[in-house]
């Protein structure tokens, strides 16, 4: 049974670092492309990055694109957020999704969330 | 960018009932476009991909279909704990998510 169990949220100052991590259980990790989509409190959802399954690719959405990097180790079967510059609108509950089947378009797996909140 | 725009934004029905909510796309997305649902307090849930395939372990009253820009969800006969938001997702440039359309069970 597919499992990805966030972790890392946490409260921080505008400008600063966070880093969000992924641990991934119940499948082949080392053959899926790997992604973090974000939720604001009572919005909807966003989709944030997305990772080749053998780590070469990355992409970014436009409002995270500079400061955010997604990373993989798969000798752990963990995903990365590395978040800088941190802005009041980051702030949601990030969750970590696994792609479904072979390509990028859709999430089959997602975990139950890391909340950040950015304040001072 | 695609934006997806999801009607109604809100839907209230009874259980038994037919509940069809519509997805519309700014450009075509051929038939890459899924559907979640998801309940307070959880996770998304994956119900349908490239337009009107069932995802593992959906009910068969989930049904797609559509394609180009115009799509739709049919949940055919409403069950109390299909209460919920339910989002399109188009997966054809980049990867973006309609607004939500909140469907309660009266």
């Known amino acids: 049974q597919v499992q990805l169990v966030e972790s890392g949220g946490d409260v921080v100052q505008p400008g600063r670092s966070l880093r969000l991590s992924c641990a991934a259980s119940?499948?082949?990790?080392?053959?899926?492309?790997m992604h973090w989509v974000r939720q604001a409190p009572g919005k909807g959802l966003e989709w944030v990055a997305l990772?080749?399954?053998?780590?070469?690719?990355?992409y970014y959405a436009a409002s995270v694109k500079g400061r955010f990097t997604i990373s993989r180790d798969n000798s752990k079967n963990t995903v990365h957020l590395q978040m800088n510059s941190l802005r009041a609108e980051d702030a949601a509950l990030y969750y970590c999704?696994?792609?479904?089947?072979?390509?990028?378009?859709?999430?089959?797996?997602w975990g139950q969330g890391a909340l950040v909140t950015v304040s001072s | 960018e695609i934006v997806l725009t999801q009607s109604p934004a809100t839907l209230s029905l009874s259980p038994g009932e037919r509940a069809t909510l519509s997805c519309r796309a700014s450009?075509?997305?051929?038939?890459?476009l899924a559907w979640y649902q998801q309940k307070p307090g959880q996770a998304p849930r994956l119900l349908i991909y490239?337009?009107?395939k069932r995802a593992t372990d959906i009910p068969a009253r989930f049904g797609g279909s559509g394609s180009g820009t115009d799509f739709t969800l049919t949940i055919s006969s409403l069950e109390p704990e299909d209460s919920a938001v339910y989002y399109c997702?188009?997966?054809?440039?980049?990867?973006?998510f309609g607004q939500g359309t909140r469907l309660e069970i009266k």
């Open positions: 119940g499948f082949t990790f080392n053959t899926y492309a």
């Open positions: 997702q188009q997966g054809t440039n980049w990867l973006t």
């Open positions: 999704a696994k792609s479904h089947g072979g390509n990028y378009k859709y999430f089959d797996n």
């Open positions: 490239d337009a009107s």
């Open positions: 450009q075509s997305v051929s038939s890459y």
């Open positions: 990772i080749s399954y053998d780590g070469l690719n990355q």
